[in-house]
């Protein structure tokens, strides 16, 4: 019994970190040349194709909802700690600060994701879009 309720504990901890994130898996396409050598027949080449682009459509919809999340929270990450800053000292420089200034990523087909926390910063906006 004690084996049976140590495996369990083992999978229960090793899929807690899967569980935390979506997992989109990428499709592999299906090589026509390869499948032609194995003897498949054409109805099964073309069922394999078909597969695979209902594949593709799921992954690219899987990606799109994920990064749309991680955007969104990364804003509200961003308008959080722009409220910590301006109610723990406002105007005061923060000693433990290294001089880091968060990047603007440029992200293709949505716009800019701007994460410039940091209130009166040179060149910064007030609020991340």
């Known amino acids: 019994m004690r084996p049976v309720i140590l495996a369990v504990a083992i999978m229960a901890v090793s899929a807690a970190p ?3 994130q979506e997992l989109c898996i990428e499709p592999i396409r299906p090589e026509s040349v390869y499948l032609l050598d ?3 027949s054409g109805a099964e080449i073309r069922a394999e194709f078909r597969r695979f682009f209902s594949e593709v459509e799921v ?3 899987c990606l799109n909802e994920t990064s749309a999340r991680i955007r969104q929270d990364a804003r509200a990450a961003a308008y959080d700690y722009q409220h910590v800053l301006e109610t723990t000292e406002p105007g005061k420089a923060d000693p433990a600060d290294d001089g880091f200034q968060p990047p603007s990523v440029a992200l293709r087909d949505t716009g ?5 926390y940091r209130p009166n910063a040179e060149g910064s906006k007030a609020a991340p879009r």
Request: net charge negative.
């Open 18 to 20: 899967v569980a935390a």
């Open 38 to 40: 194995a003897g498949f």
């Open 59 to 61: 992954y690219l919809n």
């Open 112 to 116: 800019e994701l701007f994460l410039d």
